[in-house]
T-cell receptor, first 114, second 111 residues
């Protein structure tokens, strides 16, 4: 069974621009969660989507948003990029919502903001 | 919200020896505790997990213990091998939130 895939793997953007990252979960998985990983803050939860609905959200500004499609694929968007948004963005998929199943991570998208 | 502390930040052991990484959590409602291994350039890989109704779980050379009263859980790796070198993260989850991660332990296996 194929794992979680994320595209693109690397991205360079300029301050003020916006960016969209994509995640395809493991086949059959309906929950997709997004995390930001930085050297200073570590791994931080952004939000979770299940059945096309955002189920919970971490402590990030409204510039960070996401959505999920009917095939469970998910996208996250960051608007008005700041230098501090440079990070590895990880997507994790799970069979069920919230605490009911294990989360499996993709390889991440490395975003660099200049 | 949940807070997870992880120690040590760096651990160096001789090949063949055991390694132990410890985590504490703050939210007594947390009921799921996974451990992830992350190698350079890759996403975290789930290696073992434990739920709050279990005190210990083992999978070959890897074991995890959970003490709910003290709110701490530990990862034990026996007979360490060079391929065990990586960054290890503990995490906790309870209620409606996503996983809360520790800051990570860089495990170095010395030949």
């Amino acid at each position: 069974k194929a794992g979680v895939t994320q595209t693109p793997r690397y991205l360079i953007k300029t301050r003020g621009q916006q960016v969209t990252l994509s995640c395809s979960p493991i086949s059959g998985h309906r929950s997709v969660s997004w995390y930001q990983q930085t050297p200073g803050q570590g791994l931080q939860f952004l939000f979770e989507y299940f059945s096309e609905t955002q189920r919970n959200k971490g402590n990030f500004p409204g510039r960070f948003s996401g959505r999920q499609f009917s095939n469970s694929r998910s996208e996250m968007n960051v608007s008005t990029l700041e230098l501090g948004d440079s990070a590895l963005y990880l997507c994790a998929s799970s069979l069920a919502q919230r605490g009911a199943g294990e989360q499996y991570f993709g390889p991440g998208t490395r975003l660099t903001v200049t | 919200g949940e807070n997870v502390e992880q120690h040590p930040s760096t651990l160096s052991v001789q090949e063949g020896d055991s390694a132990v990484i410890k985590c504490t959590y703050s939210d007594s409602a947390s009921n799921y505790f996974p451990w992830y291994k992350q190698e350079l350039g890759k996403g975290p890989q789930l290696i073992i997990d434990i739920r709050s109704n279990v005190g210990e779980k083992k999978d070959q050379r890897i074991a995890v213990t959970l003490n709910k009263t003290a709110k701490h859980f530990s990862l034990h790796i026996t007979e360490t091998q060079p391929e065990d070198s990586a960054v290890y993260f503990c995490a906790a989850r309870g209620g409606a939130d996503g996983l809360t991660f520790g800051k990570g332990t860089h495990l170095i296996i010395q030949p």
